[in-house]
């Protein structure tokens, strides 16, 4: 009962896993990022990389551009180019040509591919056998243009992974960052042998032998290389690349790391020991590498890629394909796109084999060039995997790798069982890339092409399909069988977020009203009119896309069609033209047939004891009077047309009447909570312009009123009763802000006792803990979402509330839950206000009514979000804002066309605002694909751990926790082992290899584990839990994205517009002498290192003493000084981005609150048994091995 | 003693008490024979501005079942310092502080001229008076205006210290929160729930502020005195008069077709629960104001469906009220708590159409006096000053109204008691004086009358028990007792005391004294109060045929006739008026249901069992003066014969003041003669009914009806209908003729109603 001040911080979290930061880790560290960067450089390179490697010796610079064209053919026109002629073909005729510079290999060896691996060819994986060539997937279509696309794209990232291990990786990744790095890591090969641990050496062998083969499986996947890699990378780089006869490659690539700018550098080192390693493995190749080489070569013209390309070059035959094939493949789909390409493969293996390796190494490397097609495509994929796998479990490889010199020690770091964290997949570099990359606008014209990432700034152009602000899909190329996407287990989802918010340079969708008749639907599907109506019979007519239907065009719609086939009106139409759009909704689309009313924002707070002590009735009547100015309106001249009503209570409720023509406002209590009921009409829901008076002197009064309350019990069941009956009185929709503190244990429907119990935790019956107490709620929310009433909860809890069940309503209707444990008026006031005002104000649609249509073949068969639905296709939403996301899964029911791909059409029949009735409809294309390379290629990491959070954040109400663990791993093993059985080139089972695409699956996946509400730390509340699982419900992909793998940025240099490069989320990466800014979407956590400069703190907090700065601080203080204003931008900049205001914390570290910032850095070993990335990691790869045999 | 008329007057001034025969028939078997049975009129509270209060308390016999006062009829033995109780002949010793009695220095309650007298209480706290005010807010805003109005002046007639609190009901209930500051609070209930009074209790919060104020109890003098909702007027006077003035009219809309929902069951349940956890039996008032019948929840009347007309007469003789009997049991529930625990329910019903008074009836009537009051609207003087009058005031400035009364009443052996007919319920105390037979409320020998006011009148049937073959010693009297226990308006408990006798005699010798001793009036009416109590739950034929019945059989009994000689028949003087009585009574709205809608009846036949036995008797048969220049104002027969062109008639029904210009007279004024100074006489002719009629409201309460028609006025039917159709269309005889107006009926002429009665009683055969 009691307000318990305690502070919650340190509950709720975690202690920071003690674990994590391992000091090993830290010296392994630098090495692998140094590769890292070198590989991010490289990366554009990357693709080139091959080329360049390869090229690199020979011409270096111009190659490279070459190559990385090349690559991408390769990757397309290897892998997929194969099957799917198409589109990928294009590409590839451009890649191929570079690759043919590169490596005339490629030309060749595309056929090759196909032929040796069949369907993995089509995916782009370049085998870069070792890491740095693979990337080169990256830039697919323009060879040259490609580079710089390769770089930033697949190519690092593959080549990350895969080389990451070695090359791959640090090229990728960190480029800039790494460069400092980078150089120790040379050396530092040793230790991160050591983190590849055991099972790489034993790959190496395997692999050396394999790794030729590996190579093979050219998709495009970041093969790692697991256990062996890192070792043999590690060590590679180190000796084997600047020694090795790689030297000689490696060399290329070296030089042609420095032609590459920055980074070059960084990439000479590093690739040096990717390719060193490779070389090293090559070594033997080199000659046949020269060959791939010169491919590579060629393509080399992208000089850091050179080196990985050198490296990789070789590789390219063998293990490019296993890099970062995966750019390559892209290049087919979406020729630039596939120049992406997916390949992160661990380029080890193929590395190994493709070059030098041996026996296979031969065959291939003849084919290299033409084999390399073969060898390499696959690789790509692999690349990462291959590289350790390769290594450890190419034996013969190995000892080829070993001859690379670096590589041999390699192989025997790898023994010592531990990942280099550099040379794993890197988010941040992902990232990155994916940033530089994305410079054009993004159109939305071209079916099957996946969007930029959350992450990156982008300006989109409707040109047919829904902005990807609107909608982004898991895969971009659907299955067209069942059984194909049974195979895969990649989920077919898309997260809509209907009323999204645009930025203030794009258009928000038109309003189109067709009239009286309503707007123009296919008679038998009722999808609306969409430019994928087919229009037939001079225009008489038109077939729907979805069903098939032919439908009468309405006279008044008639227009003549052209020679092509289009409507003549097609481009003065947004709905023949766009991707989305708003219809004016006819009567016949309102609920009783009636025009709606404008809806009603009714307030209602908790009068009691602890309300008021914790100063938040207090804060809220301060704040209403300002925001009531601010409720939402379509027209911002025009004052809003929405009422507003306010109930108080406590046992009881108070209503008030604040009828404009009053001189007070009056109350009228209900104590029959029992049975609820709105004692008033008239006066209760009022226009704020009118009744500004009466409502000020009622705002003035509810604290004072209610100052010496001694009442601490409160109802909760009957305050949404309420204000629902309000609601039903007034005939309107609207939506209730409830501002509650405790647990409801009045006598009155829906009373609630207190069920927390730690010791249910873990156990089967966890699951009713999420589960709603009593089924009062879930009822109640189904009259509200028929009333069209959205319930937004403020929870202020000093102790248990049960969040689970309170929640229910919210989460059926659309609305939103805020907690604030412990609330305290002055360190939470900001955030709360911010929320408050940020939820008031924003544009929300009432009573809606969510439908998702698709082509024949596929049906959505599963929702997520909050909202209620009472059938099983449409999701009622009682509330729709603009934050509020619909994660919608698809299955086959039938066969999908490669020609028509399929289709979808989400359509919202909403109440805006101002009380207009209308239907946002988004329609969204993608292509269809029988070789599961095309699904791999085109997938959305980002998009696949939203749904899968959501999935397994909505299994957790049905079973344990543990269960739901597993299968997630299941899942996302089987996906990958899919890959590599189906995809990837053939390499090492050892071998690591993941597609381009999904490449940090793996990691994002481990943070999906790691959360709150599947893997609790000890300290972690029932109540956290159930909030963070009703949380994530409605989140989109971005938020979901910061929330898993929060984002980390390192204040030590703030210069410019631009963000200083994140960091990712590893105590590793913490530097004592700096400060760091950690956002998760919820949270905001400055740490300061105990060692911070000076002047770094004067700049921030204006004190030059570690030990002075207030712990307690909830704002920067506000100094004039570049830096402290520019870092307030940011902070600005961030809570701008979010939808919930995030609360600035001070740690300081080695201080008690670091234990709750040491919990979001998710890369490392939590206090709760989460894994690390890099046990995480093996422990994946060990699954997937598992599958594989 | 001069003639009985005279002693029954007498006897009337002094204790308010009429019996049906001031000689009693010494046994059983004679009394039953008697046809009218021996009954009693009382009115407890009659006004006896010469009867000062004692300021001591009673002297009870001290025998546990007896507890009769000591009173004159008492034989004392002034040196023992003993006296005897007249009912159970218990000797009882003289209380110490009666040690100076003497013959020469006796108590008040000895002197013969006090055989009724009243004590003031002088235990237990002063209680204040408590007046909830129970408001419809769904009416016209006019009538509100009006009704606000009446409220807010109400305030300033109540006694400082008086308590009053405030529910509002529409759709919803509304019980008010007096003495808020700012924002005024209220307290908002269901209309279609009904709450136990516990339940009451809690959502009010009532529970922990009683725990509190007793924990207040040092500091503040009166803690239970008042409470939030019902608090002492000198303290939120001004708030109420503010909240009285924002009161609006219910906000629902009503949509076309519709009546509002009007919660009247629920707001009256809480009223009644409000005060029962608050003041338990202490003296209140719950004055409810409704502007139409409750159309939701617990109690309602009628749906709110325009098209369903509230139920008729019709409807209920063929069993088509289907809300009636649910409704009726609840009000019956209410009515029961309320006098359960003394308080009143007044009910005010402003509305042209019917409000559901028959349903509620038993509210007002249970809980004793109390106001039932039926106008057409809240914004008319007759209801307004009707509202005025319940707060008039005696010489001492306190009110004309008592509270949470009882009525204890002992007799002596030879008789008991068996039941009473008026505003009041039974307080089921056994004792050896009830009888076995019960008539009206019986049972008991005590009763519960929440109100009381000095009009208010109970008839109290007795029963001689003695047998026939134990005669009764010569002289000796039967003796009654009533004991009255009131809270005074002033707030101190009182108990009046009346003690009466009357001579035995035996019926086989001493008849003709018997039949001397006959009060036809007060006979009369407690015969009409038989029959209007039969009423109620018989068809009205059946009760009219038992009048008929009755009738004949006291012709038979008292007349003086040969058989078979209807011209024969002769009735002593003290028997004439009483067949004229049950002639009109048959007629009268009591007894007729047709023409008036089941709220009237209810409203007139509960304003026919409270009044005292004047006013019964003009409600029975109305009055009738005529003015005109050949002489002074003159009462006339209540005959159509009466109805004369140059006459203007007034008549007072009770519930009517009528005026009626004859045909001529009404031409005179049409042409205005009185506004000229020649004809000032026609001028005074036409006012002096006015003025006559001025004074009659003036001392009426309820307000009557003021009528003032003429010859052919539509109103004229007021009239037309009450008196003897003498004169109809069919007995053309004197059609045309000057004298009188026929009357379009088939009703029978008194003349012919006479004929028969006197055929009928001279018949052998009956």
């Known amino acids: 009962m009691n307000v318990n001040q305690q502070t919650p911080m340190a509950s709720p979290y975690g202690q920071p896993q003690p674990g994590y930061g391992q000091p090993g880790y830290g010296a392994g560290y630098p090495a692998p990022y140094a590769p890292y960067n070198n590989p991010a450089s490289v990366y554009q390179p990357g693709a080139p990389p091959q080329g360049p490697l390869r090229g690199p010796p020979t011409s270096v610079p111009a190659p490279v551009s070459a190559a990385p064209q090349a690559y991408s053919h390769y990757g397309q026109g290897e892998m997929q180019n194969g099957p799917p002629p198409g589109s990928q073909a294009p590409p590839r005729p451009a890649v191929s040509q570079p690759y043919n510079q590169g490596a005339v290999n490629l030309s060749g060896p595309p056929q090759p591919y196909p032929q040796q691996y069949g369907a993995p060819p089509p995916m782009q994986q370049v085998t870069n056998q070792m890491t740095g060539m693979q990337i080169s997937t990256g830039p697919p279509t323009a060879a040259g243009p490609g580079y710089a696309p390769p770089h930033s794209s697949q190519p690092p990232t593959s080549a990350a992974y895969s080389i990451a291990p070695h090359p791959a990786y640090t090229q990728g990744p960190p480029p800039a960052s790494m460069a400092p790095s980078q150089p120790p890591p040379p050396r530092d090969p040793a230790p991160p042998q050591p983190y590849y641990g055991g099972p790489p050496p034993p790959q190496h062998p395997a692999s050396s032998a394999s790794a030729a083969p590996l190579p093979p499986p050219p998709s495009s996947h970041q093969s790692f290389p697991p256990t062996s890699y890192p070792g043999p990378q590690a060590p590679l780089p180190a000796g084997p690349q600047a020694p090795l006869p790689p030297g000689p490659q490696a060399q290329p690539p070296y030089a042609q790391g420095p032609p590459p700018p920055g980074s070059q550098p960084h990439y000479a080192p590093a690739p040096p020991h990717a390719h060193g390693s490779y070389p090293a493995a090559r070594g033997p190749p080199p000659p046949s590498q020269p060959g791939p080489y010169p491919p590579a070569g060629p393509p080399p013209t992208s000089a850091p890629p050179g080196h990985y390309q050198g490296t990789m070059p070789p590789q390219p035959p063998a293990g490019q394909p296993a890099t970062y094939h995966s750019g390559p493949p892209p290049p087919r789909a979406q020729m630039p796109p596939s120049s992406m390409a997916q390949t992160n493969h661990l380029p080890p293996g193929p590395q190994g084999p493709p070059g030098p390796l041996g026996p296979p190494g031969p065959l291939q490397q003849p084919p290299p060039q033409p084999g390399m097609q073969g060898g390499y495509p696959p690789q790509q994929n692999g690349a990462f995997g291959q590289v350790r796998g390769p290594q450890p479990g190419y034996p013969g490889p190995y000892p080829g790798q070993q001859n690379y010199g670096p590589q041999a020690p390699a192989p025997a770091a790898q023994a010592q069982k531990r990942l280099d964290p550099d040379a794993i997949p890197s988010p941040i570099q992902v990232i990155e890339d994916d940033r530089v990359k994305t410079t054009e606008p993004f159109t939305t014209g071209v079916r099957g092409q996946a969007p930029p990432l959350v992450t990156s700034n982008f300006h989109v152009k409707d040109q047919g399909n829904a902005s990807p602000r609107f909608v982004r899909c898991t895969a971009y190329n659907m299955p067209c069988t069942a059984d194909m996407a049974k195979q895969s287990q990649v989920p077919l989802a898309a997260v809509i977020k209907p009323l999204a918010t645009l930025p203030p340079d794009e258009t928000p969708p038109y309003l189109v009203d067709h009239g009286e008749a309503g707007p123009i639907r296919c008679n038998r599907c009722k999808a609306y009119m969409c430019p994928y109506m087919q229009f037939i019979e001079g225009g008489r007519r038109f077939q729907c896309g979805f069903c098939s239907c032919v439908s009468d065009v309405p006279p008044h719609y008639f227009q003549h069609l052209d020679h092509t086939g289009k409507r003549v009106d097609c481009y003065d139409r947004p709905e023949l033209s766009l991707g989305s759009y708003e219809f004016l909704a006819t009567v016949d689309y309102c609920k009783n047939n009636k025009l709606p009313q404008p809806p009603a924002f009714i307030f209602l707070i908790d009068v009691s004891y602890n309300a008021v002590k914790s100063g938040m009735v207090n804060i809220v009547c301060q704040e209403l009077k300002t925001l009531l100015d601010h409720l939402p309106r379509e027209n911002p001249e025009m004052d809003s047309v929405v009422r507003v009503g306010f109930v108080t209570y406590n046992k009881v409720l108070h209503f008030y009447n604040v009828k404009a023509s009053l001189a007070q406002p009056q109350m009228l209590v209900v104590s029959d909570v029992a049975d609820m009921f709105v004692p008033l009409l008239d006066g209760f829901l009022v226009n704020v312009k009118e009744s500004r008076m009466v409502i000020d002197s009622l705002l003035d009064q509810i604290p004072e009123m209610f100052a010496d309350t001694r009442e601490t019990e409160t109802v909760f069941g009957p305050v949404i009763q309420a204000g629902l009956e309000a609601l039903k009185a007034a005939d309107c929709a609207g939506k209730l802000f409830v501002f509650h503190t405790s647990l409801p244990i009045a006598e009155a429907p829906g009373k609630l006792k207190n069920r927390e119990d730690k010791k249910l935790i873990g156990t089967d019956k966890e699951k009713s803990l999420f589960q709603p107490q009593v089924g009062f709620y879930s009822t109640l929310a189904k009259d509200c979402v028929a009333q069209g009433c959205c319930v937004d909860l403020f929870l202020f809890p000093n102790q248990y509330v049960d969040v689970a069940t309170l929640g229910v309503v919210p989460v059926s209707t659309g609305g939103s839950v805020y907690k604030y444990t412990y609330f305290q008026a002055q360190s939470d006031r900001e955030r709360f206000l911010n929320d408050l005002r940020r939820n008031v104000e924003k544009p929300m649609g009432f009573d809606a009514v969510l439908r998702v249509r698709t082509s024949t073949g596929i049906r959505a068969t599963d929702f997520f979000g909050s909202f209620f639905m009472s059938n099983t296709t449409d999701v009622e939403l009682a509330g729709l804002d603009c934050d509020k996301t619909v994660t919608v899964e698809f299955r086959h029911d039938d066969k999908l066309s490669e020609e028509t791909g399929a289709l979808m059409q989400c359509a919202v029949l909403y109440t805006s605002c101002s009380g207009q009735r209308r239907l946002r409809v988004h329609n969204m294309a993608v292509n269809c694909c029988s070789q599961l390379a095309d699904l791999y290629r085109n997938c959305e990491t980002d998009t696949i751990i939203n749904f899968f959070s959501k999935y397994a954040f909505r299994s957790v109400l049905t079973s344990p926790t543990k269960t739901v663990r597993e299968g997630l791993v299941n899942q996302c093993a089987a996906i990958l082992a899919c890959y590599r059985k189906n995809c990837a080139s053939p390499s090492s089972a050892g071998q690591l290899i993941l597609p381009e695409c999904m490449k940090l699956l793996p990691v994002y996946l481990n943070c999906v584990l790691k959360s709150d509400v599947l893997l609790p730390a000890a300290d972690v509340s029932l109540d956290d839990r159930a909030y963070l699982r009703q949380l994530l419900s409605g989140m989109d992909v971005s938020e979901s994205h910061v929330f898993f793998y929060p984002r980390l940025l390192p204040l030590m240099k703030l210069e410019g517009d631009s963000l200083p490069l994140a960091v990712r989320d590893s105590e590793e990466r913490l530097s004592k002498g700096g400060a760091y800014l950690l956002e998760t979407g919820l949270h905001l956590f400055l740490w300061v290192g105990a060692n911070a400069q000076q002047e770094l703190l004067l700049n921030i907090f204006g004190t030059p003493s570690f030990g002075q700065i207030d712990p307690n601080l909830t704002s920067l203080p506000v100094l004039d000084n570049p830096f402290s204003k520019r870092l307030r931008e940011i902070v600005d900049a961030f809570r701008a981005q979010r939808s919930r205001y995030m609360k600035l914390i001070v740690v300081k570290q080695e201080d008690k609150a670091e234990l709750i910032f040491r919990h979001f850095l998710v890369e490392d070993k939590n206090a709760s048994g989460g894994a690390s990335y890099v046990d995480f990691l093996c422990h994946m790869h060990k699954e997937i091995r598992q599958l594989l045999s | ?766």
């Not at chain 2, 007793?214 to 803690?223: I, K, L, S, T």
């Not at chain 2, 002593?572 to 009591?590: I, V």
């Not at chain 2, 003025?691 to 003429?710: S, V």
């Not at chain 2, 037309?720 to 159709?725: D, G, H, R, Y």
């Open chain 2, 1 to 766: 003693m001069a003639t009985f008329p005279e002693f029954i007057s007498q006897n009337e001034e002094r204790d308010g008490v009429r019996f049906s025969w001031n000689v009693w028939p010494s046994s059983r078997l004679e009394a039953t024979r008697m046809v009218v049975p021996l009954a009693a009129l009382l009115t407890p509270l009659r006004e006896r501005p010469d009867l000062p209060p004692i300021q001591y308390e009673p002297v009870l016999c001290s025998r546990a079942t007896c507890r009769a006062v000591l009173n004159p009829l008492c034989q004392v033995d002034y040196r023992a310092k003993l006296w005897a109780c007249n009912f159970c002949y218990q000797r009882n010793q003289f209380p110490p502080t009666y040690t100076g009695i003497s013959e020469v220095n006796q108590p008040a309650e000895l002197l013969p001229q006090f055989s009724t007298i009243e004590y003031v209480v002088q235990r237990g706290p002063q209680m204040p008076l408590i007046f909830l005010y129970v408001v419809d807010t769904c009416m016209e805003d006019e009538d509100l205006q009006a009704l606000k109005e009446s409220l807010q002046m109400s305030l300033s007639l109540l006694p400082p210290t008086a308590l009053v609190g405030l529910i509002t009901f529409g759709r919803m209930v509304q019980v008010h929160e007096l003495g808020c500051e700012g924002i005024s609070k209220s307290y908002v209930f269901r209309g279609t729930k009904d709450l136990s009074a516990k339940q009451l209790q809690e959502m009010l919060g009532l529970t922990k502020p009683s725990a509190a104020q007793g924990a207040r109890g040092q500091q503040a003098p009166q803690p239970p005195l008042s409470n939030r909702f019902l608090q002492p007027v000198q303290k939120i006077d001004m708030n109420l008069t503010d909240l009285l003035g924002e009161l609006q009219r219910d906000p629902w809309p009503v949509t076309q077709g519709k009546r509002p929902l009007r919660s009247l069951g629920v707001a009256m349940s809480i009223a009644v629960g409000l005060l029962e956890c608050t003041f338990p039996n202490t003296g209140a008032r719950i004055m409810t104001f409704i502007g139409g019948p409750a159309t939701q929840g617990p109690g309602m009347v009628v749906g709110d469906e325009l098209k369903t007309p509230i139920r008729s007469w019709h409807d209920i003789e063929k069993d088509n009220a289907k809300y009636m009997k649910k409704s009726t049991k609840h009000y019956e529930a209410l009515a029961s708590r309320a006098s359960a625990n003394g308080h009143i329910m007044d009910i005010y019903a402003c509305a042209l159409d019917q409000t559901g008074l028959l349903e509620m009836k038993c509210c007002p009537n249970h809980t004793g006096y109390c106001y039932m009051v039926m106008a057409d609207s809240f914004n008319t003087s007759l209801f307004k000053q009707t509202f005025q009058r319940v707060f008039a005031k005696d010489e001492q400035g306190t009110f004309k109204m008592a509270f949470a009364a009882t009525l204890e009443i002992k007799t002596s052996r030879e008789i008991k008691v068996s039941g009473a007919i008026g505003p009041c319920v039974s307080l089921n105390a056994k004792g050896p004086c009830v009888s076995e037979n019960e008539i009206g409320t019986g049972g008991t020998c005590q009763w519960k009358m929440c109100g009381l006011d000095p009009s208010t009148t109970l008839a109290l049937y007795l029963e001689v028990v003695n047998q026939h073959n134990a005669p009764i010693p010569q002289g000796g009297r039967g003796a009654l007792q009533f004991v009255t226990q009131y809270q005074h308006s002033s707030g101190q408990r009182r108990i009046r005391v009346t003690t009466t006798a009357r001579n035995w005699a035996d019926a086989q010798t001493q008849i003709q004294s018997i039949a001397a001793s006959f009060d036809q009036e007060a006979a009369a009416i407690l015969m009409a109060r038989l029959a209007v109590q039969r009423a109620e739950s018989e068809e009205g034929p059946d009760v009219l045929r038992w009048l008929d019945r009755q009738l004949i059989r006291l012709c038979q009994k008292f007349g003086d006739y040969h058989k078979d000689d209807p011209n024969s028949f002769r009735f002593s003087e003290t028997f004439s008026l009483y067949p004229q009585f049950m002639f009109h009574l048959r007629r009268s709205p009591f007894l007729q249901v047709f023409n008036n809608s089941p709220d009237e009846s209810s409203y007139y036949r509960h304003q026919f069992v409270r009044h005292d036995l004047t006013q019964a008797l003009i409600m029975v048969q109305p009055v009738l003066y005529a003015y005109s220049f050949n002489g002074p104002p003159e009462p006339v027969l209540l005959d159509s014969s009466s109805i004369l062109p140059d006459r203007i008639l007034l008549m007072d029904t009770f519930f009517q003041i009528l005026i009626y210009h004859g045909e001529m007279v009404a031409q005179w004024r049409k042409a205005g003669y009185q506004e000229m100074t020649e004809y000032e006489n026609f001028r005074h002719l036409l006012q002096a009914p006015v003025d006559d009629a001025q004074e009659l409201l003036h001392t009426r309460f309820p307000m009557p009806r003021y009528i003032d028609t003429e010859h052919g006025g539509s109103q004229a039917r007021f009239l037309l209908s009450k008196v003897n159709p003498s004169q109809t269309h069919n007995n053309m005889y004197n059609w045309g003729q000057e004298s009188g107006a026929p009357i379009l009926t088939d009703d029978v002429s008194l003349q012919v109603f006479m004929d028969h009665l006197k055929k009928l009683a001279v018949s052998s055969a009956a």
